[in-house]
């Protein structure tokens, strides 16, 4: 079956499958959402089915909430949990300080309530995700829907005092109609090319009224697991200062493949 994945899928998955060791009998973990996510919950459930590992997960969103049932995860909410031994979750970009731009999958709300609640958050990531400079990817921000016009003129005025390389941004659609998050709330992808003070955009934005959260995971991050589509992966721990490399056996999982329709 591996035979059939890209080479990005092969790489989500090499990630994701390491970044499940981080994970132990007893934890409450944080479960991010996106398709490398996604990959990352399969590898807990098989561990719930065949090693009987007992874990608490605590979903990031609708989407992972309902895999994470399909697989065999026990689900709990936040407020159940409290707090969390680790979050492991995608990312859209991450520099080499590990601050991300998260949000493609528009659920970055409650992907950065529960990493903010964790003992430690791991990114898992394609290599492609890695960037000089975060920015390159359209930043999300999630308004609430009263006013977004208004929020938008706001955040495109604001801009122009900002390091940035483009000001424009757009609302997200699905289909037809505004994207609507878990929350009832709105997106707006800031196309800004290159952020250059990643933290103080997060400040700035985060104190608009309108504003609920932004994209920009900064100093939350402490360790990224990457992947590379021939089976590598490189564990770089921020705060230990190390980058450790394996390769892993797809042979393992290969049951893992067989129902996947992410
Ligand atoms: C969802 C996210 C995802 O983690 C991010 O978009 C990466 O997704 P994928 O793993 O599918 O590339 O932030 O809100």
Known sequence: MTGELSPIDKAKFVAAKKAAEYVEDGMRVGLGTGSTAA?????????VRDEGLRIQGV??????????????IKVVSLD?????????????EFDRDLN????????????????????????????????????AFPLPVEVIPFGWQTTQALIEETLVSLD????????????DSPFVT?????????????????????LVLNQMPGVVENGLFIDI??????GFGDGRVEV?????????????????????????VD
Do not use: Y
Not at 41 to 46: I, K, N, S, T, Y
Not at 164 to 175: C, E, H, I, Q, Y
């Open 182 to 202: 878990d929350e009832g709330n709105h997106i707006l992808d800031l196309h800004l090319n290159r952020i250059g003070d990643a933290r103080q955009m997060a």
């Open 221 to 226: 991050c402490d360790a990224v697991v990457v």
């Open 164 to 175: 940035v390389l483009g000001r424009k941004s757009t609302l997200r659609m699905n289909n």
């Open 59 to 72: 979903p990031t969103s609708t989407r992972t909430a309902q895999l994470a049932q399909e697989v065999g």
């Open 39 to 47: 990959w990352l919950v399969r590898c807990l459930g098989e561990m």
């Open 100 to 135: 991300l731009i998260k949000g493609g999958g528009g659920a970055l709300l409650q992907e950065k309530i529960v990493a903010t609640a964790s003992d430690q958050m791991v990114v898992i990531a394609d290599v492609g995700k890695e960037v000089e400079t975060l920015g």
């Open 236 to 260: 770089r721990d921020i705060n230990a200062g190390t980058i450790e490399e394996s390769m892993l056996d797809f042979a393992e999982s290969d049951n893992l493949f067989a129902d996947l």
């Open 80 to 92: 159940e949990a409290r707090w969390l031994d680790v979050t492991i979750d995608g990312a859209d």
